[in-house]
């Protein structure tokens, strides 16, 4: 998976590093002082090193815990994110991830307990209007910057922060994922306050542009699993692709639900392609030959999305589809200003 594995000196003795270093003997190990120094490089193609990855375990500093983007969640209010992770191992050619950053190398933050007293530390600081204790109600989203489970038989981060939250159950945490890693999840008791929330495509739209992502089938199975064990799942319909007929959004629909107990959903949302102009630039340079950024566009408050005719009447088609098989109660549409929803 990875061509070698670089880490801070100071994690060096870090009880996550150690147990990451000694499963993977065989792969070269190179100390140094800043991930950055890795990760940050200029001059790098991003597309040629998605090839051969790195893996950079490091220290994460600054702030941790950051106020989710408008629109990106299942709650109008008191959302959150924290990333363990920066980059991905799939590669989604519509991923805004491959224009946000200039390296494809992965880096894993091992400093689990920082992230931890951050989500603490709002908690703490946190009250929404109607509720009588700080931190009631907040929701915190993993898998912005990564996959959150794809990972996991390495990084363990479920394994940490599952327990972390069932101890705190009037806090919320989303894990947003294409992976089917569940095996850690299924050893342990499900918790109401953890959601474990899948990413779906039209089959035709996941065989042209998610490579390495495990095939529909598989992860629903993965789901029906989570959910017959009691856990909570949500379904993540993004990204839409404008060109995508409505029928094929609802057979992906007939097929989902026809595995999912739609009653004991969640939440489900849906989402068009979009991302920072600037990330689509970047894109642009790496693949000049792909179809699908060589659509009509429009650019909104900085944001670039694939171009619609009839985009109200188009979504409105696949929300009735979608209506037939949900309650509408349980449904949002990650808002147009935020350019990041899909994962």
């Known amino acids: 998976m990875f061509s070698a594995i670089y880490f801070e000196s100071a994690v060096r003795e870090h009880p996550r590093t150690h147990a990451i270093l000694e499963r993977h003997r065989d792969l070269p190990r190179i100390e ?8 940050n490089r200029k001059s790098r193609n991003f597309r040629l090193q998605k090839e051969n ?31 363990h992770m920066l980059n991905c191992i799939y590669d989604c050619r519509y991923c805004f ?11 894993l933050f091992v400093n689990y307990e920082d992230f931890a007293a951050a989500v603490e530390q709002t908690l703490a600081d946190t009250t929404l209007p109607g509720e009588a204790a700080p931190g009631a109600g907040q929701v915190f989203y993993s898998g912005y910057d990564c996959d959150s489970l794809a990972f996991e038989p390495l990084s363990g981060f479920a394994e940490y922060f599952v327990p ?18 569940i095996g850690g999840l299924l050893k342990r008791d499900p918790i109401s306050n953890c959601i474990v929330a899948m990413s779906f495509t039209t089959p035709a739209a996941a065989a042209r542009w998610e490579h390495g992502v495990p095939a529909i089938e598989k992860r629903l199975a993965a789901l029906g699993r989570l959910q017959d064990a009691g856990w909570p799942v949500a379904i993540r319909f993004e990204p839409l692709m404008p060109d995508t007929n409505p029928d094929a959004c609802g057979e992906l629909f007939e097929l989902v639900f026809s595995r999912l107990d739609s009653r004991r959903l969640h939440s489900v949302s849906t989402g068009l392609f979009r991302m920072p102009a600037d990330y689509f630039r970047n894109i642009l340079k790496l693949y000049p030959d792909e179809a699908l950024f060589a659509r009509e566009t429009r650019t909104r408050n900085g944001v670039v999305a694939l171009q619609h005719p009839d985009e109200a009447s188009w979504l409105k088609q696949i929300e009735t589809a979608l209506f037939r098989h949900i309650d509408p109660a349980n449904y949002y549409r990650c808002a147009d200003e935020n350019p990041d929803c899909e994962n």
Do not use: D, N
Not at 32 to 39: A, D, K, P, Q
């Open 164 to 181: 972390w939250f069932a101890a705190r159950p009037r806090a919320v945490l989303e894990l947003r994922t294409k992976s089917t890693q």
């Open 53 to 83: 990855p790195a893996l950079i375990l490091a220290r994460k500093h600054g702030r941790k815990v950051l106020p989710a983007p408008g629109g990106y969640g299942f709650e109008a209010a008191g959302s959150h994110y924290f990333s």
């Open 32 to 39: 140094c002082e800043r991930y950055g120094e890795i990760f």
């Open 97 to 107: 991830l491959q224009g946000m950053y200039r390296s494809a190398h992965c880096v």
